[in-house]
């Protein structure tokens, strides 16, 4: 089980290379650090079907994650399906008994 001062780890010697390339041409260099962060986050992201969302949505409201592990998952997200579900239960209040179809 991962605990919150576990490092992420992966091999990536090319990938590390070419930080250093562009640290070395770019005034300031660059901060690899937050760079893997964010782009661990935009892959995370990406990864995640519609279902997996929804699916983190119903664990963060129940309280199995935090909203800051929520929010690196489905980030707007949040908001979003909050936004669906509200809609969704107030479409189902409708009174729809003069309604009908030929």
């Known amino acids: ?5 576990d490092k992420v780890q992966f091999r990536g010697e090319t990938e590390k290379a070419a930080s250093k390339v562009v640290d070395q041409i770019r005034l300031g260099g660059i901060n690899v ?23 983190i949505h119903r664990r963060y409201e129940q309280g199995e994650i935090s ?17 669906e ?3 969704f239960e107030d479409a189902m209040e409708l009174d729809t008994s003069g309604v009908y179809q030929e």
């Not at 089980?1 to 001062?5: G, L, Q, T, Y």
């Not at 650090?33 to 519609?50: H, I, N, Q, V």
């Not at 909203?67 to 909050?82: H, K, M, R, S």
């Open 67 to 83: 909203e800051e592990v929520a929010e690196v998952l489905i980030g707007d997200g949040i908001a979003e399906i909050e936004r």
């Open 1 to 5: 089980m991962a605990a919150n001062n």
């Open 85 to 87: 579900a509200a809609a």
């Open 33 to 55: 650090s937050e760079l893997a962060r964010e782009g661990l986050k935009e892959k995370l992201r990406e990864t995640l079907s519609d279902e997996e969302k929804i699916e």
